[in-house]
């Protein structure tokens, strides 16, 4: 039996690759490949490191992607921006597809519920090309919008929530031979994720942790991940020490939402540890935001010791309101101690940088301009994070009571653009002065 699994085009006004890396299907091709007979193949639509591409992009592996400009969907054509579809290009897609031998089995994945056209797209190229294959839909899309899922993406079988066990079984229904294997109930039961499938193990993506205890009203960890799973200590370890051992990777991406909850069990205990054991050239880079009260003096420390590159902190606002539904995450004076801390183990204020919620209902200028000014008066630099309505979530639930999304659902309404433009309240004056007065504070610092 062949098996091959999927990362989709994206179509969006934007997108850039920070490190995107498609890590439960990394997980989902170690655990088929570790437990079963199957003969597994990879097809990567947004991955920049193949061989013959062009690679474009910063020494620590971010860079564009290539792009092709697409007509918008009719419910985007009041948004003030291109609509394109962003991955490899199409050529080399159709050569790769034409490479392989008959599928019988696809596993495609989607990490944004507003990402459908995409996988629609990629769906209509693969279906072409594999008449026959049984097609296994997993990841975001069907755990946070089933339905939505079921009538826009043509599959034959549907999976929600993790799919380690669930993919198992399937195969095992489709004839694969399948050796015992644990439930996967614990993410100590995973095997290591199959990242030499990428183009690139110089830059490979870490996971410490699966899920996060705090409840935001506009997060979906909690359904992603009803349970916060700590990952042992050795297992880290043993990861990180044969990622650089076997494969020389230099630049650890580490995608967990709680990275710093119970830091003395794992992050202190780990990475005080690696500080000392990795050489200079290996670095941490964290794309999610930290969770900046449990920034204490040893935590920064470490943080520096350990070479941890990019970092960026859970903001959010200074608004009363909006606080409340970031689990009051973090205020004012805790912004201020952890930054604080950081620049006293090393650190640049213009090197800090700060994830700052936009676009979120209810938000006024006054709450932007205040946490700008904020932000300013740190030195630090930065950057927002504009709020989408994730299908799932309180937020969604209660803009849908409201009237200001429809019902049912309608995937492309969550995209964070249209939703900025067409749904926030804000004015197209009002975005573009947020936008200007952000980047010009980033450059003041950075500088």
Request: overall charge neutral; some cysteine.
């Amino acid at each position: 039996m062949k098996v091959l699994f999927v990362n989709p085009y994206i179509c969006d006004f934007s997108a850039y690759d920070m490190w995107l890396r498609p890590l439960g299907l990394y997980y989902l091709a170690a655990t088929v490949r570790r437990y079963s007979d199957v003969e597994i193949f990879w097809l990567d639509a947004l991955d920049r490191f193949q061989a013959g591409l062009e690679i474009r992009g910063r020494e620590d592996g971010r860079g564009k992607y290539n792009r092709e400009f697409l007509e918008k969907p009719v419910i985007y054509r009041p948004v003030p921006r291109n609509y394109s579809r962003y991955g490899i290009p199409l050529d080399v897609f159709s050569k790769k597809i034409a490479a392989l031998p008959e599928i019988d089995v696809i596993l495609i994945t989607c990490l944004m519920t507003y990402w459908v056209d995409g996988l629609q797209f990629t769906l209509h190229l693969l279906k072409k090309r594999f008449p026959r294959a049984k097609v296994i839909l997993g990841g975001v899309l069907p755990t946070l919008a089933p339905a939505a899922a079921k009538k826009l993406a043509l599959a034959d079988i549907y999976v929600q929530g993790h799919g380690e066990r669930t993919l198992l079984q399937i195969l095992g229904d489709f004839g694969a031979k399948v050796s015992p294997h644990p439930d996967f109930s614990s993410i100590a039961d995973l095997p290591l994720p199959a990242v030499d499938l990428a183009g690139t193990q110089k830059f490979v993506p870490l996971l410490t942790s699966r899920g996060c205890p705090q409840r935001c009203s506009y997060c979906a960890s909690e359904i992603l991940n009803p349970i916060f799973q700590e990952q042992r200590k050795e297992n880290i370890l043993t990861e990180i020490f044969q990622r650089h051992q076997e494969f020389h990777s230099e630049h650890f991406i580490v995608f967990d939402d709680a990275l710093l909850i119970n830091k003395k069990k794992r992050f202190q205990a780990v990475f005080s540890l690696l500080a000392k054991e990795l050489p200079p050239q290996v670095q941490f880079h964290v794309p999610n935001g930290l969770h900046t009260r449990e920034i204490d003096e040893k935590t920064a420390a470490i943080l520096h010791a350990a070479r941890f590159k990019t970092l960026r902190l859970s903001f959010e606002s200074l608004a009363p309101e909006i606080l409340r539904h970031s689990d009051q995450k973090v205020n004012q004076e805790q912004m201020e101690t952890a930054v604080e801390n950081l620049e006293k183990a090393g650190y640049l204020r213009s090197q800090i940088e700060v994830y700052l919620l936009f676009g979120y209902p209810g938000q006024t200028m006054a709450d932007m301009e205040k946490a700008l000014t904020f932000i300013d008066r740190m030195g630090l630099v930065p950057h927002l994070a504009l709020f989408s309505p994730v299908p799932g979530t309180a937020d969604f639930i209660r803009l849908q009571r409201q009237g200001v999304l429809t019902t049912p659902g309608n995937l492309l309404e969550t995209n964070k653009l249209y939703f900025l433009h067409e749904k926030s309240g804000f004015s197209a004056a009002e975005i573009m002065q947020v936008k200007k007065m952000a980047t010009e504070i980033a450059n003041a610092s950075l500088n």
